[in-house]
């Protein structure tokens, strides 16, 4: 049997005005050919602290307005309950079976609670915005949406995929596609410091790394140090302090150089954005004798 917990934090009408308020601020032109969708939802992803936050936004179409939205269900648009889907992974953040969805971990609009649905261990399960009564928000007709949002412990790409039911105020239901709306990888710049240095025997040289970072969405993609290499055979100790797949960036190299040109590291970091978009990036280190000019930089991100 199907479970409905209800959000402790519902997003109560400061005022009876207030509630009346549509739930957005972007109006868009109705299709006369009838041609655009009735609703379309989108979705992408934020890194805020710890956590990650799944964002919606839903234009309603329609002649009539919409009055709830369950995020990760799919009710095959046959009207066959038999055959209806939940598609979610993981709970949210902070998420218990007595109490629901905490306040911190979701937002909507206003006069709106939020839920779980068929929350059960290991079970699929759907994430439920519903309005509280008759006198609240509604999303109307030309309007858009951007106040629904869940906060996970941990990345869960089937909160960007899958489908979402769209329920109207007659009462007939739409279930439709989720848009992925960030598919733009991050631009990643790496900075190196030192980027020279000259060669010492025996001596391992404290690098700094630093980044430009910047991408569509996510304000704080995740930095992962991917790989230390070379143009000369590195020996077990010419590398020191490095983890790698973690965000690091302190570690040592060895200053010094077997060839005539001088020793080149590469070092590859990567950034990888709440939505799941990856990118990597280069600079170099080059290791001279006294007196060299070094070639080194940054590497575009790819």
């Not at 009408?13 to 308020?21: E, G, N, R, V, Y």
């Not at 601020?25 to 109705?30: C, E, G, S, V």
């Not at 218990?96 to 709106?112: A, Q």
């Not at 080149?264 to 978009?277: E, F, H, K, P, R």
């Amino acid at each position: 049997m199907m479970k409905h917990s209800i959000a402790i934090g519902l997003f109560v009408a400061a005022s009876m005005a207030s509630a009346f308020q549509v739930c957005a601020a972007d109006t868009i032109a109705l299709d006369s050919n009838n041609s655009q969708p009735l609703a379309v939802v989108g979705a992408y992803a934020r890194h805020v602290g710890d956590k990650i936050v799944y964002h919606y936004r839903v234009t309603n179409y329609s002649q009539q307005n919409i009055t709830a939205v369950t995020i990760g269900h799919d009710d095959q648009n046959d009207g066959n309950p038999n055959n209806d889907v939940n598609e979610l992974a993981s709970l949210p953040s902070g998420w218990t079976e007595k109490l629901g969805i905490p306040s911190t971990s979701s937002n909507g609009p206003t006069g709106w609670r939020v839920s779980v649905i068929a929350p059960e261990d290991n079970v699929p399960h759907a994430i439920a915005w519903e309005p509280l009564s008759n006198l609240s928000s509604q999303i109307r007709t030309g309007r858009t949406s951007n106040r629904m949002s869940i906060s996970l412990d941990k990345a869960d790409s089937s909160y960007l995929s899958g489908h979402a039911l769209v329920t109207f105020d007659d009462g007939t239901t739409l279930t439709v596609p989720i848009d992925q709306l960030d598919m733009t990888p991050p631009d990643l710049t790496v900075i190196l410091s030192p980027d020279t240095i000259v060669s010492q025997a025996g001596k391992l040289v404290p690098i700094k790394a630093s980044f430009i970072l910047k991408d569509d969405y996510d304000r704080y993609p995740a930095i992962r140090l991917e790989s230390i290499t070379a143009n000369e055979f590195l020996e077990p100790g010419d590398i020191s302090d490095a983890s790698y797949g973690l965000d690091d960036r302190y570690f040592k190299l060895l200053a010094v150089s077997r060839s005539f040109g001088g020793r080149i590291y590469t070092v590859t970091y990567s950034a990888t954005d709440a939505s799941g978009n990856q990118t990597v990036a280069s600079a170099t280190v080059t290791v001279t004798q006294q007196g060299d000019t070094p070639v080194t930089g940054s590497i575009p991100s790819q």
